[in-house]
């Protein structure tokens, strides 16, 4: 499978800075980056999803949160594990972790690898709403 690379507009969504962040840490190396197909900078997706595992342990949740969420956690790739028929992935959407349990088909269909961009889609029978610094 090929190395998925993302340009430094993508690494900073996905880290919730800025590109000049994302270019600061290629520069001191806490990010791997390359160069790509048309030219321009571009970060390796497995280094990305290194940081962001990284940075979002024992992150504090500060979403200032006011409405529902859409159901949509799009993220990287951190972790494939295939074993048998099934499969575990887990995504790192900013500070959260979202783990499925997929067939090892469907992950082998989607191309999923370590560094992969991809979207958590999560649909549940209770879904509980909070507001962060509302009334109570």
Not at 10 to 17: I, T, Y
Not at 40 to 66: H, M, Y
Not at 78 to 102: C, F, N
């Amino acid at each position: 499978m090929a190395v998925t690379q993302l340009r430094i507009s993508e690494a900073a969504v996905f880290l919730g800075v800025s590109d000049d962040t994302v270019r600061r840490l290629v520069e001191r190396g806490e990010l791997e980056a390359g160069t790509g197909s048309e030219g321009p900078q571009t970060v390796d997706g497995a280094s990305l999803a290194a940081l962001a595992v990284e940075r979002a342990k024992g992150a504090p949740d500060q979403s200032p949160v006011l409405s529902s969420a859409r159901n949509h956690f799009t993220g990287i790739v951190t972790k494939v594990e295939i074993d048998g028929v099934m499969a575990q992935i887990d995504l790192q959407a900013g500070p959260y972790r979202v783990v499925s349990l997929i067939s090892a088909e469907a992950a082998r269909e989607l191309g999923l690898e370590v560094g992969s961009v991809a979207s958590a889609v999560v649909k549940a029978t209770n879904v509980s709403i909070e507001t962060i610094g509302g009334p109570r």
